[in-house]
C-alpha cells in the first residue's frame, strides 16, 4: 500500500495528451516538493521533473508538472509511442519523526 | 556526467546480510548532495530505503532503519548498503542514485539496478 496514490494506468493514441494524478496528504505534498519519474521497461528510474514543475536539462516539455493542495499532476502531451512506460510520484514524508521519500505506487502509460 | 554503478552478490540466504557497493564517477561524493538506495520488488513500485551525506549524517526509511547500515568511502569514491536478516521479502532491484538533498525527493541520477534474490 502506497503513501501516494496514482491511477494503476492511463492510455491515449499517439499525438494526445495524458494526465497523471498524484494524491497525498499534509504531512508530504501537502507540505513538500513533488518529483516524477520515468521508468521505460528494464530501465533504471529517470527524473523528469522536480520542485513540482521544474524540469532538468534534456527533458522536453511535453513533459509538465502542477501542484494543488495535497495533490499533484503530471502531464504529457504530444504522446509518442516511446513514452510507453511506468511513471512514479515522490515526495518527502514528514509524518513520521525521522522523515522519508515516499513515492506512488506508479502508473503504466501505454500508446493506443 | 555522473555515473552509477551497484555491485554485489545477485545471491543472499535468508537471515544473512546483504552486501551492495556502489562506485560513483564523475563527481566527488565529499563534494556534496546525498547519496543513497531505492529497491524495486520485481513486478512492483519504488522503496526508499536510505540516504546518507559524505560527513556522515543519515536518513533512514523508518521501516527498514533497524536492518540498514550505509557508509560513504570518500577516499574511494564509493558508498556502500548492509541490510541484515534478510527474507525473500527483501528480493528486489536494489538502485544505487543521488538525492539533491536529505529533505527533498530529487534524485537525479541513478545506477543501473542489480537484482538481489534472497534464497537458500
Known amino acids: 500500500q502506497s503513501v501516494l496514490t496514482q491511477p494503476p494506468s492511463v492510455s491515449a493514441a499517439p499525438g494526445q495528451k495524458v494526465t497523471i494524478s498524484c494524491s497525498g496528504s499534509?504531512?508530504?505534498?501537502?507540505?513538500?516538493?513533488v518529483s516524477w519519474y520515468q521508468q521505460l521497461p528494464g530501465a533504471a528510474p529517470k527524473l523528469l521533473i522536480y520542485d513540482n514543475n521544474k524540469r532538468p536539462s534534456g527533458i522536453p516539455d511535453r513533459f509538465s508538472g502542477s501542484k494543488s493542495g495535497r495533490s499533484a499532476t503530471l502531464g504529457i502531451t504530444g504522446l509518442q509511442t516511446g513514452d510507453e512506460a511506468d511513471y512514479y510520484c515522490g515526495t518527502w514524508d514528514s509524518s513520521l519523526s525521522a522523515g522519508q521519500v515516499v513515492f506512488g505506487g506508479g502508473t503504466k502509460v501505454t500508446v493506443l | 556526467q555522473v555515473q552509477l554503478q551497484e555491485s554485489g552478490p545477485g545471491l543472499v540466504k535468508p537471515s544473512e546480510t546483504l552486501s551492495l557497493t556502489c562506485a560513483v564517477s564523475g563527481y566527488s561524493i565529499s563534494s556534496g548532495y546525498y547519496w543513497g538506495w531505492i529497491r524495486q520488488p520485481p513486478g512492483k513500485g519504488l522503496e526508499w530505503i536510505g540516504t546518507?551525506?559524505?560527513?556522515?549524517?543519515?536518513y533512514y526509511n523508518p521501516s527498514l532503519k533497524s536492518r540498514v547500515t550505509m557508509s560513504v568511502d570518500t577516499s574511494k569514491n564509493y558508498f556502500s548498503l548492509k541490510l541484515s536478516s534478510v527474507t525473500a521479502a527483501d528480493t528486489a532491484v536494489y538502485y544505487c542514485?543521488?538525492?539533491?538533498?536529505?529533505?527533498?525527493?530529487?534524485?537525479?541520477?541513478w545506477g543501473q539496478g542489480t537484482l538481489v534474490t534472497v534464497s537458500s
Open positions: 546518507m551525506y559524505h560527513s556522515g549524517s543519515t
Open positions: 499534509s504531512s508530504n505534498i501537502g507540505n513538500n516538493y
Open positions: 542514485a543521488r538525492q539533491v538533498n536529505g529533505y527533498n525527493s530529487n534524485i537525479d541520477y
